[in-house]
């Protein structure tokens, strides 16, 4: 079993659809965890880091479950500009080093 | 503004040359990272450092080498010791303490002929 997993998608959407994707982890030491969003050929930006208590961010919802082990996000009334590649980092406890999922394609058509 | 640059952004290079990225960081962060990423790969760490003089090999170190004589800068040599060398490598950063959030550069892409 991979550390981290993600559906690689794509995922197809209308505009102003929800949709949420997954991301499991296997070590349950982690402690730290975060959404990046990576355009066509360009670095991957911090969207969200995810809280135990689960955060959000305007149409952007993160949520932490630990005892199933994943961080799921959650986007409200898509926007063609959210079309991107969502990627997970998930750093495990005192090792200083992001463990990276492949990334969520998305796709949001008009 | 603060932040990360890297260049060149394009580089070519033929097969057998060694070639040296450059990654400049004015965020005072103290860790700085190398990743390659590939189509379908995701993000594979080659290098890391968490202080200046120091620095560790990631998952995919073979064929690279790095320094980190300065706090601000951690250039990447691909040496012609690497197999596969064309790819997008990104720099990346963060404060040693709190929150693990990596910033990251604009990338440099490399294509070997």
């Known amino acids: 079993r991979k550390e981290v997993e993600q559906d690689p998608g794509p995922f197809n959407v209308p505009e102003g659809a929800t949709v949420a994707f997954n991301c499991t982890y296997s070590?349950?030491?982690?402690?730290?965890f975060f959404w990046y969003r990576q355009d066509c050929r360009k670095e991957p930006k911090l969207l969200m880091s995810?809280?135990?208590?689960?955060n959000e961010d305007g149409r952007f919802t993160a949520q932490l479950n630990r005892a199933s082990q994943y961080i799921s996000l959650l986007i409200r009334d898509s926007k063609l500009s959210d079309s991107a590649t969502y990627l997970c980092?998930?750093?495990?406890?005192?090792?200083?080093?992001?463990?990276w999922g492949l990334g969520t394609s998305l796709a949001v058509n008009p | 503004d603060g932040g990360i640059t890297q260049s060149p952004k394009y580089l070519f290079r033929k097969e057998g040359q060694n070639v040296t990225l450059s990654c400049e960081q004015n965020?005072?962060?103290?860790?700085m990272y190398w990743y390659r990423q590939d189509p379908g790969q995701g993000l594979r760490l080659i290098y890391y450092?968490?202080?200046?003089?120091?620095?560790q090999k990631g998952d995919i170190a073979e064929g690279y080498s790095v320094s980190r004589e300065k706090k601000e800068s951690f250039p990447l040599t691909v040496t012609s010791a690497q197999k596969n060398p064309t790819a997008f490598y990104l720099c990346?950063?963060?404060?040693?303490?709190?929150?693990?959030?990596?910033?990251f550069g604009a990338g440099s892409r490399l294509t070997v002929l």
């Open positions: 965020l005072n962060h103290d860790a």
């Open positions: 990346a950063s963060k404060k040693d303490s709190g929150a693990n959030v990596l910033t």
């Open positions: 450092s968490q202080i200046v003089n120091d620095f």
């Open positions: 070590n349950s030491a982690s402690q730290s």
């Open positions: 995810v809280y135990s208590s689960g």
């Open positions: 980092g998930i750093n495990a406890g005192n090792n200083r080093k992001l463990i």
